[in-house]
């Protein structure tokens, strides 16, 4: 069955340090990928997304995160965390096409501590 | 205003009573979807739908039932509420281009006890 690993349930790091978050996924088709964050007692919401072209993707906040097609993964990065950082970080693929198999799978969540 | 609401957005209640979570998005995406999410666990599938009239079973759907007569309305239910249901849950749809971003609403937290 198709999964996503997130590799570090908790990660706990000082600011100004670089962050990196693995995401690996399994399926063999075509996928479009995301990052979510979720900051402590809100909603979900996108911090990034990949489909198609440059495989570096840029979304908000300063992170970014690599799609590399041959290692399954999509992970996350951002080269100086703030303590406003904190947050729970979901990856999630979905597979293609849209139709009756279309599946959305998540990631188990990081939870990222920024200690001041 | 746009977007997907969820109410209410907190709810206690007792073992064994019927509760209903309502959804409702602006948008008329068709792909809708309940979640739940627990600690240690991430979000989880109960339900989701494809358009009005069609549902299908998610990654825990036992215990829960779901409608969805309208696009835009998609409310969950549980039938006769169980402790282990206590968590939060989170209603999503789909916008319907590439790359099929999903949109949450703002969750209901539910506790039984």
């Known amino acids: 069955a198709q999964s996503v690993s997130q590799h570090n349930h908790h990660v706990i790091l000082s600011e100004a340090a670089s962050l990196e978050l693995g995401c690996n996924y399994s399926?063999?088709?075509?996928?479009?990928l995301f990052w979510y964050v979720q900051y402590p007692g809100q909603h979900l919401q996108l911090l990034l997304k990949?489909?198609?072209?440059d495989p570096l993707v840029k979304g908000i906040k300063g992170f970014e995160a690599e799609f590399i097609k041959s290692k399954f993964s999509f992970n996350l990065r951002k080269p100086s965390v703030q303590w406003s950082d904190t947050a729970e970080y979901f990856c999630?693929?979905?597979?293609?096409?849209?139709?009756?198999?279309?599946?959305?799978?998540w990631g188990a969540g990081t939870k990222l501590i920024i200690k001041p | 205003d746009a977007g997907i609401t969820q109410s209410p957005r907190y709810k206690i209640t007792e073992t064994g009573r019927q509760v209903t979570l309502m959804c409702h998005q602006t948008w008329s995406h068709s792909y809708m979807f309940w979640y739940r999410q627990d600690l240690g666990h991430g979000l989880r599938l109960i339900y989701y739908?494809?358009?009005?009239?069609?549902?299908d079973k998610g990654e825990v759907p036992d215990g829960y039932v779901v409608s969805r007569s309208k696009t835009e309305n998609f409310p969950l239910t549980l039938e006769s509420a169980t402790r282990s249901q206590t968590s939060v849950y989170f209603c999503?749809?789909?916008?319907?281009?590439?790359?099929?971003?999903?949109?949450f609403g703002p969750g209901t937290r539910l506790t039984v006890t």
């Open positions: 990949y489909f198609s072209g």
């Open positions: 999503a749809s789909i916008e319907p281009l590439e790359p099929y971003e999903q949109y």
């Open positions: 739908s494809a358009a009005a009239d069609i549902t």
């Open positions: 399926y063999g088709g075509t996928v479009n």
């Open positions: 999630a693929v979905t597979t293609l096409p849209m139709d009756s198999n279309y599946q959305l799978i």
